[in-house]
Structures are given as structure tokens and as C-alpha cells.
């Protein structure tokens, strides 16, 4: 990118601290808490679990039973939560728009990869801007992600909180990361969601919804969600990855000459991910659309791709054990040319 990068969570995070003036003070007061208290005790990959965030919202609106906190706050705790973290490390991933289309539909692959890989994230939360990705039919600018803790429930999930161009919160996602794969993650998306939907619009004795167009209404918005999340979720896992192509954006300034956060553009650090096989995919498809123009050709075999698979393997043992996640590309068979090859571009 050659012009300067409007970011957009920046925007963000300015607008839901103008709203909110004392959340970040009191976010990092909760996290300095972090296991020095027997109430403050959650995993080490989660910055603040939600709840905080839920505590910050009623105190600014002068709340004091949480079953009094309207619905209409809830976009507000999920930015807080998701942004809370995020101010400390300012990172944006900028996907290469073929890479993107390729993770995209991903996630048949990467089915059977374990759900902790995604408690390998490099940060605690990020900000990814995506190309052409639309919630509901309203075109994003990114989302973030970010690991939660349920105090309550004792639930892991990897949160998403989706952005809109003009720097709003949209929608906010979960799932729930306790079970052994990604797909089985999955096919407990729609249990917890259906649970969580009828303790807020069914009946609170039976547990069962009290009109059966909210049953129906809920079953179709879930679905919609899962097929968001699944589209998501491969960019994320594409973070955790051993052997990501991503590089230091070299257009952006990052400042880290004060340790005192100011929310200023400086502080903004940004990462091209894919930037050598997503122009590489694409110089494939453009040479292999410029041959089918050709018909009549059969000098040799035209080269193909296939497509892209995970591996990951356990190394360590005891507290040092630890996750391996490779995604190897797609192949490139019968390439004569070795620059036609993507080269994989490790981030340190």
C-alpha cells in the first residue's frame, strides 16, 4: 500500500473511549489484578475476561443489577473487551486479497486441527482487515480477535468482533475452543447459541422459547453466524501458524520511544500477510486463464494447483510441550520457472 493506512480500529477505539472515558483505566486495573487475588485467577492467554468489560458498562450508565443491563449495550462490551487489550499493541494483519479468498473456504481443511492452536495467537488482540468479507449483508473493513474466558461458565472461546468501514462495531461472535478439534468446536456452535437465546427470549422456568417465531428467527441468525465465523476463523488460525507468510508492513511508523499509550496513529503496527504466495496464486490463475484463450495446445501438461492442507505434531513434554501448525500451501506441479514458486516469509 502506498498511501497511508486509514485505520479504522483506531477510529474505534477513540469513539468507545470518548463514550466510556474511564474503561481503559479500569480494564487495567483488572488486569493488574491477574493472579494476585483468589477471584482474579483465569488462563494466561486471556488478557481481561469479558466480565470486566460487563462491570465497566454498568458502571458508566449507573447500573447496579445486571439483569437491569439493556441488550443494546452489549455491542459496547464486546468492543471493550476486544479493544481493552488490543490499545497495548496497536497490531493490524493486512490480508492479501487471493490469500484471503483461498482461507476463505478453508476450514474443511483445517478441521481436525486442534481448537488450542487458537490460543496461539500472537497477541492477545488483533485487527484484521479484510477485502471484500460482508456481515449480513453490510460490507466490513475487518474484524478483531481475541481470546475469552467465562468466569462463570468456565468456557474458552474465541471471540470476533466485526468493524464497519466507517469505524462502528457490527455484530460480535464466538466459539466456544474447549473441544478437542475445530470441528467439533463447531457442532457446539449451534447448542451453546440455541441455549443462550432461549435463556434471553424463551421462558426462564422451562427453558423453552415461548413463541416459535423467535425459535425460528434464532435457528436461521445462528446459522448465518456459523457460516460468518467459519469464513473468519481460517484468517486467525493463519496467525498461529509456524510457517505464515508475513512481513512488517514497510509503509507505517511505528513508535515505541514512550511506554505511555497515547492512541495515536504512531503507535499503529501493521503486517502484510500473504504478500508473497497471494501474488503468486494469482500470477497462476492470470497465466492459466491466458492459456485457456489458447485453444489447441497440447505441448505439455498445464501446471495445476492443489489445494492447501494443515499438519501439526506436539513437541516438548511437560509444561514445555507445545503446539507445531504448518499450513502447506497449494502446490505448484510441473512449474518450470523456481521465482513462479511462493516463498514463505517467517515473522520474528
Known sequence: MKKKYDCVPLKLLRKIGAEYPKAWEQMDYVRSLHGKET????????????SAAVTVVMAEHNIYDIGDLPNRYGHDIQAISALAPWRHSKQVY???????????DDLDAASQIPSDALKMLPYFSVYIKVNHISVFGYELDGFFSHLEYDVN??????RF????????QYDGFSVHIDE????LAFQR??????ERSRAILGDRATGVFSNPIFQKETEVYLKDSEEICRKLLPMVLYLCLDNSDIVYHPTVHHSTSSNVIKD???????WNVGYRIGPAIKRYYDDQAKREGHPGSHTSKRPHVRRAHYQHYWVGSGDSKHLILKRISEIFVNVNKEDDLPVTIHKT
Open 264 to 270: 495515536r496513529y504512531s503507535e499503529i503496527q501493521t
Open 153 to 158: 461458565s468456565h468456557d474458552s472461546e474465541l
Open 94 to 104: 493486512l490480508f492479501d486479497e487471493t490469500l484471503e479468498d483461498d482461507m476463505v
Open 39 to 50: 477471584d482474579m485467577n483465569w488462563p494466561d492467554w486471556c488478557w481481561v475476561p469479558m
Open 161 to 168: 468482533l466485526t468493524v464497519s468501514k466507517d469505524g462502528n
Open 189 to 194: 456452535f449451534m447448542k451453546i447459541g440455541i
Open 180 to 183: 478437542p478439534t475445530i470441528e
